[in-house]
Nanobody, 122 residues
Framework: QVQLVESGGGLVQAGGSLRLSCAAS????????MGWFRQAPGKEREFVAA????????KYVDSVKGRFIISRENAKNTVYLQMNSLKLEDTAVYYC???????????????WGQGTQVTVSS
């Protein structure tokens, strides 16, 4: 099994920045694609960003392009989400996930973290 633990969430003012981290267990981390999803109250979980096995390929939902950066350090079994120019609509619980294949669909991910709350205030 792969265990994922998110951290770094918190309260930040609009326009500010926050960096989320996801620590993974297991020796197969470097062979897995990783993704970040978010879920606001009353809404479905949505794709935010994904990164390929080596970190050379990344994908973002249109609403965060140019503001968020996903990266990974395979030697540390960790994936990051740098969140800049945060907006009120970015408020949600953010989840880290691992997939065997590149996908933007939540159903394509085999492992999920517990989530970390990000709240953006005006």
């Amino acid at each position: 099994q792969v265990q994922l633990v998110e951290s770094g969430g918190g309260l930040v003012q609009a326009g500010g920045s926050l960096r989320l981290s996801c620590a993974a267990s297991g020796r197969m981390f470097s062979s897995l694609a990783m993704g970040w999803f978010r879920q606001a109250p009353g809404k479905e979980r949505e794709f935010v960003a994904a990164i390929g096995y080596s970190g050379s390929i990344t994908k973002y939902v249109d609403s965060v392009k140019g503001r968020f950066i996903i990266s990974r350090e395979n030697a540390k079994n960790t994936v990051y989400l740098q969140m800049n120019s945060l907006k009120l609509e970015d408020t949600a619980v953010y989840y880290c996930a691992a997939s065997r294949v590149a996908t933007m669909l939540p159903s394509g991910y085999d492992y999920w973290g517990q989530g970390t709350q990000v709240t953006v205030s005006s």
